[in-house]
């Protein structure tokens, strides 16, 4: 959907565990609609095999991070697995003020953060069909060693215990259907009375 005169971008926050699927689900939703940016988040983690600088993060050392922390350029930022990863707030704020729709993939610290400091924000939360498939999923990357894995697993089911803190939840079955349910959700919110006031006001 294009961007309509006046209107101010919507900001979409999308969490779930690791190895759930959110990547390709992101995919999928850049692939159907318009008018809409992906925040590239910055982290202190090394790339992992066929990332890229600035596509799939930025990647920092940890004293850059912290300066980015001193000098106030981030909306948000967490520590997740001894590594961090925050969002820039220059460049949410540039796109959204241009009508453009902002998606942030982070975590629930970072998701709390957001909600408190931008109200508006639509907070979505996607889990797994069942903690088997996502055990499944995480071994199928072959990225990680088992103690590794363990430690995700134990960490995400501390994630979905704070998935009521969300506006939706969205079950990552199949990624066709998570996207379809993801775009039901930026219609109806992009239909609520206080995001088009320009057109009440236009016949006023």
Sequence with gaps: MGNRAGRRGQLIVLSGPSGVGKSTVIAELFSQRENLY???????RKPRAGEEEGISYHFVDVAEFQRMISAGELLEYAQYVDNYYGTSLKLIQEQLDRGIDVLLDIEVQGAAVVREKCPGAVLIFIVPPSYEELARRLRGRNTDDEPVILG?????????????????????????????DIQAILRAQECRIQNQMQFIEGVL
């Excluded at 992906?38 to 202190?44: A, D, E, G, H, K």
């Design 152 to 180: 995700r697993l134990r960490q995400a089911r501390e994630e979905c215990r704070r998935a009521m803190e969300y506006d939706y939840l969205v079950v990552n079955e199949s990624v066709s259907r998570a996207a379809a």
């Design 38 to 44: 992906f925040s590239v988040s910055f982290t202190t």
